[in-house]
């Protein structure tokens, strides 16, 4: 009996000492679970600084979290009891640890949050830092596309740019050829009847096209360049957008200059027919400093010639920049702007007269109304307002020559012309026919009437003149 009690004590003691080799490895596990799970995350060796960076997958890393949340609650509780004797000793042992440590399992249940909340702070911040690094480098994005575009401008300027100059060396060495071609063949053109001084002058012309026309050019690049330094400097400073110069406006000056000098006339031509309105202004005292001249789309000046050569206060004003550099040149007042705004820009009352010469063909009517609105505005009492118009009543004028000038809206009749004037408020209003063909292009009437209504419809007056006056 002594040795079966002996063995069954032994045996307890065994089981006992199991037990406890049990509830230690129990214990070993638990602590390395925690201190796994309390280690701080392995940083990465080095950031992403790639154009388009890869940002973490925040998805991943949430999960993360939220299995640590849960883990969280595992602090302190009992593992599941096992089925069996030392599976139910081991337990109580557990128990009996459990309570013995509860001043300490509160403390790590206490880290364990802190962790778990200190996470939720990181996943927080690195969602705002990748939220402002994907907007950051989409802004970058766009400001490269940006510069681009304005390389590519910068290049297609310099490129045309270039091709002027050399189309301009071009003309320069065939005008030196045939300045010398005549100087040896002056006999044999002559009896050709070529006229010698007249090819040279067109050579002249077509020379002084494209210098004025690389001077524009050279001008708009000009503009571009300090238009990008300015602009790339506020987008590094501020992060603003980049945007171009609008210069679409002033791309056909040089056309528009070319096609003046070739269908227009010379400047002697024109000069000759303009000064029949000189002895109008001096009847009416209007030149001086108290009544003003302003002439509205002054072209290449030679209104604004006649007036300085008669000592009249006057200058004008044109959109065409190429224009506005021929009439700086030979000293005149003349300022870069469209006719509609220059007048609203002035006060009531403000001039003598207000001329217009061959521009309200131009204009479409409700813009060609608040111009003439405009004009009685800012007129004196007993100004007068003068514009020149191609004749429409003039068949070969109305349907053919009026066209020449791709830039003409419609012809505008005498009679719509002169009730314009007289509806908006300008007074004694009249129509002068002017500049009719020469004689020699009239049909030998021979006193039939038909013959005679022939040259006044096909011959006459190319111009006519409406005149106002304000009230």
């Keep these: 009996m002594q040795d079966k009690g002996q063995r069954s004590a032994n045996s307890l003691v065994n089981s006992s000492m199991a037990n406890d080799t049990n509830v230690q490895t ?77 001043w300490y399992t509160a403390g790590i249940r206490d880290f364990q949050a802190g962790v778990a909340a200190g996470f939720d702070q990181q996943v927080a911040a690195l969602k705002s830092v990748a939220a402002a690094t994907q907007q950051n480098w989409r802004f970058s994005m766009e400001v490269e596309d940006r510069f681009e575009k304005l390389a590519h401008a910068l290049e297609a300027e310099t490129a045309a740019r270039e091709h002027l100059g050399q189309r301009l060396e071009a003309e320069t060495a065939a005008r030196e050829q045939l300045s010398s071609d005549l100087a040896e063949q002056t006999g044999a053109r002559e009896a050709l009847g070529v006229s010698t001084s007249e090819k040279s002058r067109q050579v002249d012309i077509a020379i002084q096209q494209l210098r004025a026309e690389n001077s524009h050019q050279h001008a708009r690049i000009s503009i571009l360049l300090e238009d990008v ?26 056309f528009y200059m070319a096609l003046e000098d070739r269908f227009r006339g010379i400047r002697t031509e024109i000069q000759d027919r303009l000064r029949f309105y000189l002895p109008l202004l001096e009847k ?5 400093q108290r009544m003003p001249i302003l002439d509205l789309g002054c072209g290449r000046g030679e209104w604004l010639e006649i007036l300085a050569e008669a000592n009249l206060d006057a200058y004008g004003v044109d959109t065409n920049r ?35 010469f061959h521009i309200i063909e131009h204009l479409p009517l409700d813009v060609l109304i608040k111009l003439i609105d405009e004009t009685v505005r800012v007129l004196k009492p007993g100004g007068l307002a003068i514009f020149e118009t191609p004749n429409p009543q003039n068949v070969l004028v109305g349907s053919h020559n009026f066209y020449i000038d791709p830039t003409h809206r419609h012809p505008i009749p005498c009679l719509t012309a002169q009730f314009l004037l007289e509806a908006r408020g300008l007074c004694d209003v009249e129509i002068l026919q002017l500049h009719p063909y020469p004689e020699s292009f009239n049909v030998p009437d021979g006193g039939m009437e038909l013959a005679r209504r022939f040259n006044a419809y096909f011959y006459g007056p190319q111009d006519y003149a409406v005149i106002g006056r304000r009230v």
Excluded: W, Y
Aim: net charge positive; aromatic share 2%.
């Design 322 to 356: 190429i224009f506005i550099a021929q009439c700086m040149e030979k000293g005149l007042r003349v300022t870069e702007e469209d006719a509609l705004q220059h007048l609203r820009s002035l006060p009531d009352s403000r001039l003598g007269a207000v001329t217009g």
């Design 284 to 288: 009416n005292r209007i030149g001086d």
């Design 229 to 254: 330094r300015k602009k790339a400097a506020a987008t590094s400073a501020e992060a603003q957008p980049v945007v171009l110069s609008d210069e679409d406006s002033h791309v056909l000056d040089g």
């Design 26 to 102: 129990i214990m070993q596990e638990i602590r390395e679970r925690i201190r796994q799970r309390s280690a701080p995350p392995r940083l990465p060796a080095e950031p992403d600084f790639s154009p388009n960076p890869q940002l973490p997958d925040m998805n991943s890393l949430e999960t993360t979290v939220r299995s640590l949340h849960l883990n969280k609650l595992l602090v302190g509780e009992l593992p599941p009891q096992p089925p069996t004797f030392r599976g139910r000793l081991g337990s109580l042992l557990v128990k009996a640890l459990r309570r013995m440590l509860f």
